[in-house]
Nanobody, 120 residues
Framework: QVQLVESGGGWVQPGGSLNLSCTAS????????MAWYRQFPGKMRELVAS???????KYARSVEGRFTVSRNNYKRTVTLQMRNLVPEDTAVYYC??????????????WGQGTHVTVSA
């Protein structure tokens, strides 16, 4: 089992910045494919950004150029830097780990979620 703990959510004014962090348990973080999702009220979770074990990144169109995902394998963390936030970014943000099936920790794991509110 892999546990994911998110931190860094909160309230920010439009145009502001926030950094979300997710720390994973487990022993082989470097092979995890990590991602951030968000969920709006009444909607399904949607992918915001992902970073593979090989550091390949992908972003939703709505956040490209404003958000940056990175990872630190030594600290077992993945970070989402969010800039130029707009009210439409208000959501619950979730960290996700996809662990390859060839490992002992195989599975798809979610954090508990952290709220981000963007308003004046």
């Amino acid at each position: 089992q892999v546990q994911l703990v998110e931190s860094g959510g909160g309230w920010v004014q439009p145009g502001g910045s926030l950094n979300l962090s997710c720390t994973a348990s487990g022993n082989i973080f470097s092979v995890y494919n990590m991602a951030w999702y968000r969920q709006f009220p009444g909607k399904m979770r949607e992918l915001v950004a992902s970073i593979s074990s090989g550091d390949f990144t992908k972003y939703a169109r709505s956040v490209e150029g404003r958000f940056t995902v990175s990872r630190n394998n030594y600290k077992r963390t993945v970070t989402l830097q969010m800039r130029n936030l707009v009210p439409e970014d208000t959501a619950v943000y979730y960290c996700n780990a996809d662990v390859p099936r060839w490992t002992d920790e195989v599975g798809n794991y979610w954090g508990q979620g952290t709220h981000v509110t963007v308003s004046a």
